[in-house]
């Protein structure tokens, strides 16, 4: 009943988001307005808000620190990293998610020998992997352009990662459906504040598609051979 009632109440407050971002005439009927800056702010906060009260996924990510076990759910990532990108958290959840068993079938890997790159360079994502494997203080993350995948087109090109542990390492590529163009056209302009209202919103609903589903079934994997 508390999920119902959650869900209910992010999909109300999505779609009073996106009254106030609508830019297109209804039906001819009237011409659109900039909402407000306060309402804007009010109505985010509200979505933001929503969205917690779901508790996020309820698995978490696991990793070993010397022998002691350490787990982060999505929502541990969303308090270190703050509000601004929880799409890029989600993303980072799920990629660890889904490489962690395939590097190593007997158990969780030790996060500080996690070695992070990718040519996605969103904050939210950077933040989820600092977390869990300490790799941006121990510079083991890298933002590697050239994994980019352009022949995937301008929306899923640098949704891609590559992580190494020990002997093993695997790619990840991030399947259809999980990110929109118009997220990417909104992301890479400067933007009006109905823009910047509307980007919030696509990151939360990127975020909710991500988190409700298996990691498979959002990010294809390749193993890789033996690292020399």
């Known amino acids: 009943m508390r999920v119902r009632r959650a869900h209910e109440r992010l999909r109300t407050a999505s779609k009073e988001l996106q009254s106030l971002v609508a830019t297109e005439p209804m039906k001819g009927r009237w011409e659109p307005e900039p909402a407000p800056a306060e309402i804007l702010e009010a109505a985010q906060e509200e979505l933001r808000q929503a969205y917690s009260g779901l508790g996020g996924d309820a698995s978490c990510v696991d990793v070993l620190d010397g022998g002691r076990l350490l787990s982060f759910s999505y929502e541990d990532m969303l308090r270190y990293h703050g509000p601004g990108s929880p799409g890029g958290v989600a993303h980072a959840f799920k990629v660890m ?46 933002l590697e352009p050239g994994l980019a995948r352009p022949e995937r087109g301008t929306t899923l090109e640098r949704f891609v990662f590559r992580i190494v542990y020990r002997e093993r390492s695997v790619t990840l590529a991030v399947r259809e459906g999980f990110v929109t163009d118009e997220f990417i056209a909104l992301a890479r302009k400067e933007r009006s504040p109905a823009e910047e209202a509307r980007l919030d919103l696509l990151k939360l609903e990127m975020a909710e598609r991500v988190m409700s589903s298996p990691p498979a079934d959002v990010y294809d994997a390749t193993p890789g051979g033996l690292e020399s």
């Open 97 to 142: 998610e889904r490489a962690f068993p395939l590097l190593d079938p007997d158990g969780p890997p030790q996060r500080r020998e996690i070695t992070l790159a990718t040519a996605f360079g969103g904050p939210g994502a950077r933040d989820g992997f600092e977390l869990v494997a300490r790799a941006v203080t121990g510079e083991r993350y890298v």
